[in-house]
């Protein structure tokens, strides 16, 4: 599967993430978001095997006032 992002996106993304190492991406369902911090990952060389790398899901409702970090996947 092929994936394209824009320059801008790219380095609106970087700019984010120098300004602050936590950054919450929002939008529509299967559009790329998890997909470009793994591609950006593994630019950088971050990965789940040396543990530089962890993809956390977040409930698709995080707007309520619960923990924002992981959900039950019931």
């Not at 993430?17 to 470009?36: A, E, N």
């Not at 790398?53 to 996947?73: A, E």
Request: proline letters at 3%.
């Amino acid at each position: 599967m092929e994936f394209y992002y824009t320059k801008d996106l790219i380095t609106y993304f970087h700019m984010s993430l120098k300004t602050k190492p936590f950054v919450i991406l929002s939008g529509i369902s299967d559009t790329g978001k998890s997909k470009i911090v793994e591609l950006f990952a593994q630019v950088v060389g971050a990965n789940r095997d040396n543990k530089r790398f962890q993809l956390i899901p977040v409930r698709t409702d995080c707007s309520d006032v619960i923990d924002l970090l992981g959900y039950r996947n019931i």
